[in-house]
């Protein structure tokens, strides 16, 4: 199975989790209203719980912006 693959997947179902909603790969999520500060900090706990990656907070809002950012921070990151 293609890891790139199921690692975008994987943190597309966290985004979706945590957003209540389903998520594409490329959504706005922070203009949207659909993260706000609080889902934000859960987002961020679960990625470092199941990627054990750490989104830098002065780059947090950058990252969050949208899915597709997320999902290639992780993938960049994520020492799988």
Avoid at 24 to 31: D, F, M, Q, R, T
Wanted: proline share 1%.
């Amino acid at each position: 199975k293609d890891l790139t693959m199921s690692v975008s997947n994987e943190v597309l179902a966290l985004i979706s989790q945590v957003a209540q909603k389903q998520v594409s790969a490329n959504e706005e999520l922070l203009s949207t209203g659909l993260i706000d500060s609080v889902s934000a900090m859960d987002l961020v706990m679960a990625i470092k719980q199941k990627f054990d990656v750490d989104l830098p907070f002065e780059q947090l809002v950058d990252i969050l912006a949208n899915s597709a950012n997320i999902i290639q921070y992780v993938e960049n990151n994520y020492k799988g």
